[in-house]
Nanobody
Framework: VQLQASGGGLVQAGGSLRLSCTASGRTFEVYAMGWFRQAPGKERELVAA????????YYADSVKGRFTISRDNAKNTLYMQTNSLKPEDTAVYYC??????????????????WGQGTQVTVSS
């Protein structure tokens, strides 16, 4: 599976962005998928994850109520709508896919495929 993330950019605090991740290669819909982010000087963290069926598995506390993860298996595309953005949301956002379950969702080693990342910058 090859993943291509897009949709990042520069936005003012309070603004919104819609991130997309398009998959190609092996069957997309068999995998759970997630969005991670890494801010400068910080470790990469899981932001949100979603099952193959489309039900969400996980949201980080810092984004609950502001970000929404979704997927369209017919289009082989993962999305994340990010609203009410804050400067602390500034990071490179990565999409990832793998045989992840609710129990293993936080373990990066279960995500076998990664996109190249898209930069989100939120100005104050």
């Amino acid at each position: 599976v090859q993943l291509q993330a897009s949709g990042g950019g520069l936005v003012q605090a309070g603004g919104s962005l819609r991130l997309s991740c398009t998959a190609s290669g092996r069957t997309f819909e068999v995998y759970a998928m997630g969005w991670f982010r890494q801010a400068p000087g910080k470790e990469r963290e899981l932001v949100a994850a979603i099952r193959w069926s489309g039900s969400s598995i996980y949201y980080a506390d810092s984004v609950k109520g502001r970000f929404t993860i979704s997927r369209d298996n017919a289009k082989n595309t993962l999305y994340m709508q990010t609203n009410s953005l804050k400067p602390e949301d500034t990071a490179v956002y990565y999409c990832a896919a793998g045989p992840v379950t609710a129990e293993s969702v936080l373990a990066e080693r279960y995500y076998e495929y990664w996109g190249q990342g898209t930069q989100v910058t939120v100005s104050s």
